[in-house]
């Protein structure tokens, strides 16, 4: 049992009374409630959960294998295999015309989820402001509060392709304001961030001293003739930013639980003192597989990609087609749909989607108020699921409608 404070009265519902204020009053994911009803059905199709319904490409799996095989079974270096550091350095360069040091400026991390904690962790002191946009990946905000910071939510709207509006960023910045938070390409909306807008921020970044994490985790998702550029190669970026990223998705790795962070030595220094208190090390098998991923993977990226963006279209069409209007994502694996013609709102659409059609999406709303219009549907899943999937939803919507 753990001990509590004495000067709570026992009758105080044992969570209250033991959980800290910040982990106790934050609500638990509204992704969870869709897979938990799911999981009581049969011939459910999720669009529900963000992961690659490829499994991780073979040449991947066999250097997993190959390590375990070596007895390759023990701890590395804190910051993860220097092999595979150096190949990420190589990579961040090639792709982005970034530069970081692999000895000092990287860290390997269990997912991108864990840079995302430690980020937090490491730079945010209690009551410091982060300005996040809305809808955003669920465990933002979480990540925030349980390092003590505020978030402080800048809507980001359909009528604007869900791209930041830096005006509305300048005039969400207060005196506590310590970062801007970027997570683009995005999660739940498929969208990125254009060229200008992502030079405005850095002015802003710049022009306030703002600190940046920017989860670029889906940046070899990118569709059309949209480029992604890492915010850190930005001109004058590269010093206020701590860049995420990972291998679940454009890998399809999810299992594997193996991402990084780059930032400036000094950040990276005192990011390390959590990781190897908490974590130690990611995976070694993991490490060695994501160094196959990293310098041998490509090929295997853009076959995934291809078979994305041929879904987003048939995905985009489908719903555009049956009165959901979806704009164009460009990135990610993710269409937002807006549900309001139906005149149902999300959460009720999606339960009753569920009900009726045993087709999984999320409501919008769980990304955040500012989403609570749409859906947002995963087109990770095959091609030919995905026909099914459109099927059904446009029975349902031409039932209610
Ligand atoms: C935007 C975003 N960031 C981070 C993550 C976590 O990724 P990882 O598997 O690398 O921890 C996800 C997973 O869904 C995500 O969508």
């Known amino acids: 049992m753990v001990a509590t404070s004495s000067r709570v009265p026992l009758r105080v519902p044992l969570a209250e009374r033991v959980l800290a204020h910040r982990v106790h009053d934050v609500p638990p994911s509204g992704i969870r409630k869709f897979f938990d009803i799911a999981a009581t059905m049969t011939d459910v199709i999720s669009l529900g959960i963000g992961e690659p319904d490829f499994d991780t490409p073979r040449s991947i799996i066999e250097a997993g294998v190959e390590s375990l095989r070596e007895g390759r079974t023990h701890y590395t270096s804190n910051s993860g295999t220097i092999e595979l550091r150096r190949a990420l350095a190589k990579h961040l360069e090639r792709l982005y015309g970034v530069v970081y040091d692999p000895n000092t400026e990287l860290v390997i991390t269990v997912g991108a989820s864990e840079a995302l904690d430690l980020a937090m962790r490491a730079t945010i002191e209690p009551g410091d402001e982060v300005i996040l946009h809305e809808p955003s990946y669920v465990a933002y905000v979480p990540a925030i509060v349980f390092a003590g910071g505020t978030p402080v939510h800048v809507a980001t709207r359909f009528e604007d392709d869900f791209a930041l509006d830096p005006a509305a960023v300048e005039a969400a910045i207060t005196p506590r304001t310590k970062a801007l938070f970027l997570g683009y390409p995005c999660n739940p909306t498929g969208a990125v961030l254009p060229d200008a807008v992502q030079d405005e921020l850095a002015r802003i970044a710049e022009r306030h001293d703002l600190l940046v994490y920017s989860d670029e985790i889906y940046d070899r998702l990118a569709y059309g003739s949209y480029r992604h550029r890492a915010f850190s190669a930005l001109p004058g970026m590269r010093e206020r930013t701590i860049l995420m990223g990972g291998f679940s998705k454009a890998y399809a790795m999810t299992g ?16 390390l003192k959590i990781h190897q208190y908490v974590i130690m090390t990611a995976p070694t098998v993991a490490q060695d597989a994501a160094l196959v991923a990293i310098v041998d993977g490509e090929p295997e990226v853009e076959r995934m990609r291809a078979e994305y963006d041929r ?7 489908g719903f555009n087609a049956m009165g959901l209007a979806t704009f164009e994502p460009r990135g990610a694996f993710y269409a937002f749909p807006r549900i309001t013609s139906t005149g149902l709102d999300a959460d009720t659409f999606a339960t009753r989607l569920l009900e009726e059609e045993h087709v999984a999406v ?3 709303s769980a990304f955040g108020a500012s989403g609570a219009e749409h859906v947002r549907a995963c087109y990770a899943t095959s091609y030919e699921r995905l026909e099914e999937a459109l099927v059904r939803i446009r029975r349902f919507v031409d039932r209610i409608g």
């Not at 639980?257 to 990011?271: D, N």
């Not at 879904?311 to 069409?317: G, N």
């Open 362 to 364: 999320i409501p919008g």
């Open 311 to 317: 879904r987003r279209r048939l995905v985009v069409d």
């Open 256 to 271: 594997w639980r193996i991402g990084w962070m780059a930032a400036p030595a000094a950040i990276i220094e005192g990011i």
